[in-house]
């Protein structure tokens, strides 16, 4: 990928030449200077530059560029391809979809489409596009460019294919509308095109030229070619990755010039560089223990999100037992310790969906009275639970840790582990399953139909216990056909009752996305939706 030219500061970062050429830039700044003020030799006045360059481009340098840390590497920067979660952000920056959610928001608004219409019956969608957009290779965006990266993902059996499952037909009536037949209503369907794995724009010139038999695959990995306000500039797999502010974007102009990603598993060591100053954030994980007491020089922006923590149950477990179930919750009720566990950063779970997703008309109720709870778990005998944890993640043991003490006051004896890597998604298959999953339920769209059809309903593929409640299935299959958001909201409401009386699903706590950051990093575009700490890099900027 093309790199801005460098010029050698002796010393200093490398510099790059647009730096030198913006505006009244230092250089001018400084012969405009020695032309009025001094009239020395040849040698002072290279001596004045170097000195110059050391107070004038270093801090533009660094205003300029944004270095963030990531915990885990990046998979793929294929947008079809791959269920990135903690570089979703940098992705969405180098490619656009149709639409997209409001930064703190689960309102979608138009991106690369401006506006679009919807059918009577809801089969029809219609989209008009932004003009004057172009790929960074140069290739204009038009209707047919939407329409063969649309077919990539549908068609050729891509990880992400199901997001465009249910459209039916795809049409370019001109260079500026696309139109896209369903094959059934689907109410969910903008929710689909604006969630962050949704479907982006790739160039069909790119997608030609390196397909390789592979659909461009092994290209897309380390490489990219989207329309958004960055280009990927450079990708070294488990070492670092520049993104690259591009100057033609079509819409606002991003603040940074440069955004520079590391990858930096251990949060101490993130958070020991944030304090020295070598990155500018931490993203994620930061511990909620010390957010309190913060060292000089650094601030939290935090926001709402879809980050739920459940616990899901398995089958055939102590919790089978309606008195043992209800004592059980009676223990982990996690109005008892979520700000032990998260201080001012989360807030009760209300339902089986995020808070932000919808907000019930009468909120998931945990029994209180601990002296039945007891009462009920002497009479039963002993009561053994095992947790599985599905993250190493501070938060998950921490939470665990909490569960198990409350759990001690009534007499039941529990236990927590991490599971290993991917094995939450294998349970059904262990022989020896924990009798509780605690893990992050977090949807990939703002829609309830997205929550219910991947954790909870028969076909599920985050089901992850495979338990199946054919009436609460059947109600979330309603809901799914409905348009009116307060009807829809109801339907949703008494099917996730249903998941949780039956001891399916417990909800815990809803966490907010929390940013440690140097102090003056703004606006930092946290939507709900995305995976935590997943910062805007179109929005952030310095200020006051």
């Known amino acids: 990928m093309p790199r801005w030219p460098r ?116 089969l029809t969608y219609t989209f008009h596009l932004a003009g004057g957009v172009k790929f960074y290779d140069g290739t204009p965006f038009n209707a047919a460019a939407v329409i063969n990266s649309f077919e990539r993902r549908r068609d050729r ?21 696309v139109v896209l037949t369903l094959g059934h209503p689907q109410p969910s369907f903008l929710d689909a095109l604006a969630s962050p794995w949704g479907p982006k724009v790739i160039s069909p010139k790119a997608l030609a030229e390196h397909d390789n038999g592979n659909f461009a695959t092994t290209w897309l990995n380390e490489h ?27 819409g606002d102009k991003p603040f940074f010039r440069q955004i520079q990603i590391s990858v930096v598993p251990d949060i101490s060591q993130q958070i020991l560089q944030l304090q020295a100053g070598a990155i500018d954030a931490v993203p994620i994980n930061y511990p909620f223990a010390q957010l309190t007491s913060l060292p000089e020089g650094l601030e939290i922006t935090a926001a709402p999100s879809m980050i739920p923590y459940h616990l899901f149950v398995k089958p055939n477990s102590p919790l089978d037992d309606a008195e043992v179930r209800k004592s059980v919750l009676t223990a982990i009720n996690p109005a008892l310790w979520v700000k032990d566990a998260f201080g001012e950063f989360a807030s009760l779970s209300k339902s089986v969906y995020p808070n932000v997703m919808l907000d019930p008309v009468n909120p998931i109720q945990f029994p209180t009275d601990f002296e039945p709870a007891k009462a009920a778990i002497a009479k039963h005998g002993a009561v053994n639970l095992v947790i599985g944890l599905h993250s190493a993640a501070p938060s998950y043991s921490r939470i665990a840790d909490l569960m198990i003490a409350q759990l001690a006051l009534i007499g039941v004896k529990a236990t927590a582990y991490v599971l290993p890597s991917g094995a939450a998604y294998t ?26 059809k991947v954790f909870f309903t028969k076909d599920g593929s985050l089901n992850f216990f495979g338990r199946v409640l054919p009436q609460a299935d059947a109600v979330v299959d309603q809901a799914g ?56 890099f179109a929005t952030v900027r310095w200020g006051r």
């Open 481 to 536: 056909q409905l348009t009116d958001v307060k009807d829809r909201d109801a339907l949703y409401e008494r099917a996730g009752q249903m998941y949780f009386d039956a001891g399916i699903v417990i909800p815990l706590v809803d966490v907010n996305d929390v940013v440690v950051h140097a102090k003056g990093l703004k606006d930092l575009g946290l939507r709900p939706v995305n995976p935590p700490g997943n910062i805007d």
């Open 224 to 250: 990219a070619a989207g329309t958004g306000p960055f280009k990927l500039a450079e990708f070294k797999r488990g070492q670092r990755y520049v993104l690259e502010r591009n100057d033609n974007y079509w």
């Open 427 to 452: 349970l059904t298959d262990d022989p020896n399953p924990p009798d509780l999953l605690l893990t992050i339920a977090g949807p990939d769209a703002a829609h309830p139909e997205s929550q219910a």
């Open 157 to 177: 059996g891509l990880n992400l294919s199901y997001f465009l499952a249910n459209v039916k037909d795809m049409r370019a009536p001109n260079d500026s509308t």
């Open 7 to 122: 010029i050698d500061c002796g010393g200093l970062p490398a510099v790059p030449s647009e730096v030198l050429a913006n505006g009244k830039s230092f250089m001018q700044i400084y012969v405009y200077r020695t032309e009025r003020s001094y009239k020395r030799s040849f040698g002072l006045r290279m001596l004045g530059l170097a000195l110059g360059l050391l107070v004038w481009i270093a801090p533009v340098y660094a205003q300029e560029v944004l270095r963030i840390p990531y915990v885990a590497d990046i998979g793929t920067f294929d947008p079809d391809n791959g269920f990135e979660t903690g570089a979703i952000s940098a992705i969405n920056n180098v490619y656009e979809g149709l639409v997209e959610y409001e930064p703190g928001s689960t309102r979608i608004v138009g991106l690369l489409a401006r506006n679009w219409e919807i059918s009577d019956d809801g």
